[in-house]
């Protein structure tokens, strides 16, 4: 999200209730933005090509490929997209814009490599094991490797600034995704299932390629052959293993869930379980504002409390720099609550929604899966506000922490929790939130009173050395 | 028997009155076997012996102010301090009254990280409540850091590897002197320190001038030279002057008198009883400058004021006669200020034809209190005028008291005395194998240029 910061403090420069709207507005464009539009296109084309008239089998194959992509395209790029946003962070506090482009290809590189190895094998067992014909093995292929390096490449789009392009670029792509299923459907060119898949890889190929031509030529004349970001990236790589752990968090209960006798299997490959996924997902979308919020506050005042605190340990007295600490702390807490406050007001008004007309179109199991979910994102997306703090306060031991333990114990409560009643399937989710945030609660507290010291004695003051002896024997007589 | 002897930033890379007086003393004593722990800015720079190594010298080792963190991962993360060990710290860096005992030990026992005990918690904690007790109107991390870099060489040195010797030698006070009070304290053998000049003043000086340092600092390094200095005469067994007036700076300096004596240096006039003298009939005023080229003689002001002087005189010519080699940048700036068209005098390397022996005066850029040895080179084989720079305000023996042999003979006997557990007589008088040479001070003040 480099650059977002700055423009909300461009919008809320001026005071007054239209300004908080745009601020809010803004940050959800940027934030959720995305992910809504291709919701929303995905729905239109699901309700507008009459998909209830394909066989189940088709049907659930197309939702499991979707399903499978997203989730996997998010999982593999989320942490990468922590790394380079923190370098690219650095790189434009720091002036140094010649190694962007190098890391742009480097990053593109990772991920394209890794969404091949992925794929194979999954395109191998449906061909083979499932028997999907090749275009769509194809049409799915050419989606999941647009979805990768368009998640991945967001980061360096955020970077520019350039929001409306990046609106433009998608809004397109679905376009296309949504005209082209209609005219291959429409003309019977194929069938529904088909038209789906191959108009939105299609459409996600567009946007692939024109936010890469634009990153392309709005770095170009900036690029160096330095390829600096390669030890940037070993230097933190805390901040992959962290965003990584917690992106396996968000998911890793459904993961389980996939393994339980309730799963279903499609095309002897892909697996889910469909009222807990579609319970996973109406929870996050109820809990989605937190992030929004979130930013909103975080890159605004606590950016600013944060930035006067560090001015004041770079060149004030140690009074100052106590005051400013303060203020910066009473800032974050402040946050915590005002944030929690909204979106549990947020999370009331949707809950309610979800269990009133819930009912007309989810089974009877997701919507008993739903409430303890519900809570459950409610606290996870708390606590990676958390964690983003502590990256603040450069903790990144801390972050990590918090989300091994947010993971592991996701996990092994969610084992814990299949064996249970339907309604308490989401316990395994919502103790690995309590775990989490309760840990980076106190990780922040820990932070809070030993900030000099994380300040003051992370430097090194001399290099180190691991082979030498003290002193130097220069002459000795035989 | 073993001495060790611990030299900064002279021995055996850089030629001049230090170094020599060095290697002098080893030649003198082939029965008594050296090691020299000479101590250099920073590791890794090349660095040519200026000296045939004498065959007692049986090691040198380089021991750096500026070193690089010689420790496992582990160690370096954390450091462990008692109450005893924080209490020793806490006062050596911003105490009085320093524990020079437990802060020697406490280098001794552990494998101290510099990185743990510069960028630790403890150091931060002291700093803070020092900080806060005298300092609160100075930026805090300015503060903190100047610490941090003021103490770096001090534990460089404090945390380098002891050397087991029957006796330590000093060739000054600073962090030669404190090395030799360490390993005093830790082996209990007797430690000598020969000041050639006053360490903790000069750097007083220097931190006064200093552009680098500014503020409250400049008091905190003085102090911090001033605690050094304390703890080398405390440590010290015996500590020598090259003339009465240093001496008795060193007594007001926190010498105790007992402990102070003055061993002159001196050179033996018969190895230049046959030097050539200057033609009858060469008409020129020659000028002789016995120096290091280097920036801290300030030979590029010389240059200039021998221009002005030769506006006045024609015949004069300046002969600039020392190494050009520490500092080759300087020496090139000197050679082109010095150049044909300009000041139009010459620079020569030691030994170079048109030596010392044929100018009618010298000029020793050399502060009087150090003993001005070049000085008493020209005048004890030539009978020629002598202006030696007064660089500080102390009376020194620029106007005479050049001894014979007197620092190689005395220290051997001195090494003799305090390894018998033997207490010297002379103790804080002259010493009987130095003796004053009253009519060589009466000469030297005659003819001034």
């Known amino acids: 999200m480099a650059g977002i910061g700055f423009e909300l403090k461009k919008i809320y420069r001026k005071e007054g209730i239209s300004r908080a709207l745009m601020g809010a507005g803004y940050s959800s464009l940027v934030t959720i933005g995305p992910t809504l539009v291709i919701t929303g296109v995905m729905s239109a084309l699901y309700l507008g090509l009459d998909i209830s008239r394909v066989s189940y089998g088709e049907r659930e194959l197309l939702s499991a490929t979707l399903l499978w992509v997203f989730l996997f395209s998010i999982l593999v790029t989320a942490p990468f997209n922590a790394l380079f946003s923190r370098y690219l962070a650095d790189a434009f506090y720091q002036k140094d814009y010649g190694g962007i482009l190098p890391s742009f290809y480097t990053g593109l590189t990772l991920?394209?490599?890794?969404?091949?190895l992925l794929a194979a094998p999954v395109l191998w067992s449906l061909h083979t094991r499932g028997g999907v014909d090749p275009l769509f093995l194809a049409a799915a292929y050419v989606l999941w490797v647009s979805a990768v390096l368009i998640f991945f490449t967001v980061t360096y789009l955020h970077a520019t600034k350039d929001y409306r392009s990046i609106a433009l670029f998608f809004l397109a792509g679905m376009a296309v995704a949504g005209g082209l299923a209609w005219a291959l459907w429409a003309f019977g060119l194929c069938g529904t299932v088909h038209a789906i898949l191959c108009g939105l890889a299609a459409g996600f190929f567009l946007i692939a390629f024109t936010q890469f031509a634009?990153?392309?030529?709005?770095?170009?004349?900036?690029?160096?052959?330095?390829?600096?970001?390669?030890?940037?990236?070993?230097?933190?790589f805390p901040i992959f293993a962290a965003n990584l752990l917690y992106t396996l968090g968000l998911y890793i209960h459904n993961f389980v869930f996939w393994n339980t006798p309730m799963r279903l299997e499609v095309a002897a490959t892909f697996v889910c379980h469909q009222s807990y996924d579609m319970a996973s997902c109406l929870a996050m979308f109820t809990?989605?504002?937190?992030?929004?919020l979130f930013t909103v506050i975080a890159e605004t005042r606590f950016h600013d409390a944060y930035q006067n605190y560090m001015q004041a340990?770079?060149?004030?007295?140690?009074?100052?720099i106590r005051m400013y600490k303060q203020i910066l702390f009473r800032t974050l807490s402040g946050q915590m609550i005002h944030v929690f406050g909204i979106q549990i007001s947020i999370t009331s008004v949707l809950f309610m929604a979800v269990m009133l007309l819930g009912r007309q179109y989810f089974t009877g199991m997701t919507m008993e899966i739903y409430p303890v979910l519900a809570v459950s994102y409610l606290g996870i997306f708390m606590m990676y506000g958390n964690i983003v703090y502590l990256y603040y306060f450069e903790d990144q031991a801390g972050a990590l922490l918090t989300a091994l333990i947010y993971c592991a114990c996701t996990l092994a409560g969610s084992l814990w929790s299949s064996t249970l009643t339907v309604q308490l399937f989401g316990l395994g989710a919502f103790l690995g939130m309590l775990a989490g945030w309760t840990f980076s609660f106190f990780r922040i507290r820990y932070v809070e009173r030993n900030i000099e010291a994380l300040i003051y004695c992370r430097h090194k003051v001399v290099d180190t050395m691991y082979a030498s002896p003290k002193g130097r024997t220069v002459y000795r007589r035989a | 028997m073993r001495v060790c002897l611990i030299i900064e930033g002279a021995y055996p890379y850089v030629q001049g009155g230090m170094s020599n007086w060095v290697q002098q003393l080893m030649l003198s004593m082939p029965d008594v076997d050296f090691v020299v722990q000479t101590i250099a800015a920073r590791r890794g720079e090349h660095r040519d012996l200026k000296y045939?190594?004498?065959p007692n010298c049986r090691e040198i080792e380089e021991i750096y102010l500026q070193d690089d963190d010689y420790v496992g991962r582990r160690t370096q993360r954390r450091l462990r301090m008692t109450g005893r060990d924080y209490l020793a710290l806490e006062g050596l860096v911003f105490g009085a009254q320093v524990d020079w005992d437990g802060v020697f030990r406490f280098f001794d026992r552990r494998n101290v990280s510099l990185n743990a005990l510069l960028a630790g918690e403890d150091f931060l904690n002291m700093t803070l409540a020092y900080y806060e007790k005298n300092y609160v109107r100075v930026p805090f991390t300015d503060f903190l850091w100047s610490m941090r870099s003021m103490y770096l060489p001090l534990f460089s040195i404090l945390k380098s590897r002891p050397m087991r010797a029957d006796f330590y030698h000093s060739a000054s006070g600073g962090y030669a002197g404190v090395l030799g009070s360490m390993q005093r304290s830790l082996y209990q053998k007797p430690f000598l320190m020969s000041e050639h000049g006053f360490y903790t003043r000069e750097r007083e000086e220097e931190i006064i001038k200093a552009d680098w340092v500014q503020g409250v600092y400049k008091d905190l390094w003085i102090a911090q030279f001033r605690k050094i200095g304390a703890c080398c005469y405390r440590y010290a067994s015996r500590v020598t002057a090259l003339y009465e007036g240093g001496r008795q700076i060193q007594i007001e300096s926190g010498c105790p008198a007992e402990k102070t004596l003055v061993i002159p240096n001196g050179i033996n006039p018969a190895r230049f009883q046959s030097a050539p003298q200057k033609a009858p009939d060469d008409p020129f005023i020659h000028v002789g400058a016995l120096l290091r080229v280097t920036p801290i003689k300030d030979v590029k002001t010389m240059i200039r004021a021998y221009a002005l002087a030769k506006e006045r005189c024609p015949r004069l010519k300046l002969w600039i006669m020392g190494p050009l080699d520490e500092t080759p940048d300087y020496a090139a700036e000197c050679m082109e200020l010095a150049g044909p068209g300009r000041a139009g005098c010459g620079l020569y390397r030691p030994r170079a034809p048109g030596g010392p022996h044929r100018q009618d005066g010298y000029t020793a850029a050399q502060q009087p209190e150090r003993g001005a040895a070049p000085g008493y080179f020209g005048r004890v084989f030539g009978q020629k005028a002598l202006y030696c720079h007064r660089c500080?305000?102390?009376?020194?023996?620029?106007?005479?008291?050049?001894?014979?042999?007197?620092?190689r003979g005395h220290c051997g006997a001195h090494y003799g005395r305090s390894t018998n557990g033997g207490r010297d007589g002379q103790a804080g008088r002259r010493s009987r194998a130095a003796p004053a040479h009253g009519r060589d001070r009466e000469q030297a003040r005659a003819p001034v240029l």
Request: include cysteine.
């Open chain 2, 392 to 407: 500080g305000q102390l009376p020194g023996p620029a106007g005479g008291r050049a001894g014979r042999l007197g620092s």
């Open chain 1, 214 to 236: 634009y990153v392309q030529r709005y770095f170009r004349g900036m690029e160096g052959r330095s390829f600096k970001c390669r030890l940037h990236f070993v230097r933190h």
């Open chain 2, 52 to 54: 045939p190594i004498p």
């Open chain 1, 111 to 116: 991920v394209g490599a890794l969404s091949l």
């Open chain 1, 287 to 292: 809990n989605i504002s937190t992030m929004v």
């Open chain 1, 313 to 320: 340990v770079i060149g004030a007295t140690y009074g100052r």
